[in-house]
T-cell receptor
Framework: DQQVKQNSPSLSVQEGRISILNCDYT??????FLWYKKYPAEGPTFLIS?????DKNEDGRFTVFLNKSAKHLSLHIVPSQPGDSAVYFC?????????????FGGGTRVLVKP | DGGITQSPKYLFRKEGQNVTLSCEQN?????MYWYRQDPGQGLRLIYY???????QKGDIAEGYSVSREKKESFPLTVTSAQKNPTAFYLC????????????FGSGTRLTVV
């Protein structure tokens, strides 16, 4: 039972354009959502997060949108840069989950073409 | 610099052998985690520990074992009972309430030969 899904395994975008990554979840008890970026053979690094009490959070080129009614969140990267080429994971945390456990999606591989 | 160190970066194991993956952190985090990454499947939780001398099974604990004798260390043993151990293993840590999620190590790639 995959509670967090990233239905697009890959995305290709031209440098300077917008990258939009999508993530759907099924568990209404999730109250905090995060995006991680991962390069090959490295550990993921935290990118941006959003609480379920908000619908938007922005940090520089990165904006995360949350639509609770649709159980959907998206990550916008504007403008996309070649260094953004990586795998992006969506993650969610359940309210008062023991051990601060995160549930991850399957990832979306982004390729930014110069 | 504070962080998480995983070793070795690459590990080869013969079938039927147990191997132990090391994870050390100097972030003074209470909680530590082991995840496994397979292609197209994201990160799946193997074990986690909220405090020294205590740990809990994650979603795919079968064939793995852990210990948490020190706050800084959370080694993972991949036993011969793990049927498909070839994967990329990631260790992470977090404080009790982590608004920004985990800090990950750089991973260990385990290959069964």
């Amino acid at each position: 039972d995959q509670q967090v899904k990233q239905n697009s395994p890959s995305l290709s975008v031209q440098e300077g354009r917008i990258s939009i990554l999508n993530c759907d979840y099924t568990n209404s008890m999730f109250d905090y959502f995060l995006w991680y970026k991962k390069y090959p053979a490295e550990g993921p690094t935290f990118l941006i997060s959003i609480s379920s009490i908000k619908d938007k959070n922005e940090d520089g080129r990165f904006t995360v949108f949350l639509n609770k009614s649709a159980k959907h969140l998206s990550l916008h990267i504007v403008p996309s840069q070649p260094g953004d080429s990586a795998v992006y994971f969506c993650a969610a945390r359940r309210f008062k989950a023991a051990g601060n456990k995160l549930t991850f999606g399957g990832g979306t591989r982004v390729l930014v073409k110069p | 610099d504070g962080g998480i160190t995983q070793s070795p970066k690459y590990l080869f194991r013969k079938e039927g052998q147990n191997v132990t993956l090391s994870c050390e952190q100097n972030l003074n985090h209470d909680a530590m985690y082991w995840y496994r990454q397979d292609p197209g499947q994201g990160l799946r939780l193997i074990y986690y520990s909220q405090i020294v001398n205590d740990f809990q099974k994650g979603d795919i604990a079968e064939g793995y074992s852990v210990s948490r004798e020190k706050k800084e260390s959370f080694p993972l043993t991949v036993t011969s009972a793990q049927k498909n151990p070839t994967a990329f293993y990631l260790c992470a840590s977090s404080p009790p309430v982590a608004g920004d999620g985990y800090t990950f190590g750089s991973g260990t790639r385990l290959t069964v030969v």
